[in-house]
């Protein structure tokens, strides 16, 4: 099956293309009366899928490291609670934990749940209830995690898209990035890592961040007793703006402009392809210069009408 060609609408069903892709780990539900719901769980995606929503488009792929043979331990959520209003989530389990792809996939699950809520056939859709929702289900996800796993954790980027604003939430080093048509860089979060706090206060450059041995460690993630987590300011879009959440597996092998360059403009679903396959290929083939960290790698790209 072509992903690549294949258009999703969250607002029909197509049972045929989810009974398709739920071998690859993506599965839909269609509520009549509720949000519409796209998830990645240990997903093996062979290419990016397009998925079409009401206030634009957003493009995901989900694949475990390419030298690896375990579970894949990112997750990732499309969530359209209405038609202006969305979330978009990735949650990378952290590797060398146990079970961090249980960790991601709990994350996952306890906040598309606590979005479900949001939306019934007889409740209004209250736009300025997702903060609180997001937040309480990321309290939980961290309870659960710490009561149900044995030193488990994960980290997690979401952003909340309401109308033409974004606003961003994220705990360790899954990063966020906006971008506008021309290249300029509008947003992007600080790694929760001592690589990443480094960086934002000059005493590393990206280059050296990118190389940098100790790159992989985090300061800051769910599962964690004294897990933080960090909300941006609402952040409004401009038409044919670009937003990216994606696990660390694309920070690390690609450096911030080879991924504006990719994905500033152009069709959504070419740009993610093009930026995946960069990635998934200084992965598998270190070259003089370049990064190179094989990882799992999920990427959910979004742009507005």
Known sequence: MD????DLALLEPLTAVWESLTLAGVRGRLDEHGPQVVTALEALMDRP?????????????????PTKETPNEDAAAIVQLSPECAVLIVADGCGGHSAGHVASRMAIET????????????????????????????????????????????????????????????????????????GKLKRQTIAHSPVGYAVESGMMSEAEALHHEERHLVSNAVGATDMRMEMGSPLELAARDTLLVSSDGL???????????????????????SIVELARSRMMLQADGQPSKPDDLTVIAYRGR
């Open 251 to 273: 920070m690390d092998n690609l450096t911030t402009d080879e991924i504006i360059t990719g994905l500033k403009s152009g069709p959504l679903d070419a740009a993610v392809a």
């Open 3 to 6: 992903l690549a060609q294949t």
């Open 49 to 65: 899928l397009r998925v079409r929503m009401e206030q634009g488009e957003a493009v995901f792929y989900s694949h475990r490291c």
């Open 111 to 182: 906040l598309v749940e606590q979005l479900r809520g949001l939306v019934s056939e007889d409740k209004p859709f209250q736009a300025d209830l997702v903060r609180p929702a997001l937040l309480d289900a990321l309290e939980q996800a961290n309870r659960d995690i710490l009561t149900h796993t044995s030193g488990a954790a994960t980290t997690l980027a979401m952003v909340e898209i309401n109308a033409n604003v974004a606003r961003t939430y994220h705990v360790g080093d899954a990063a966020i990035m906006v971008m506008g048509q021309r």
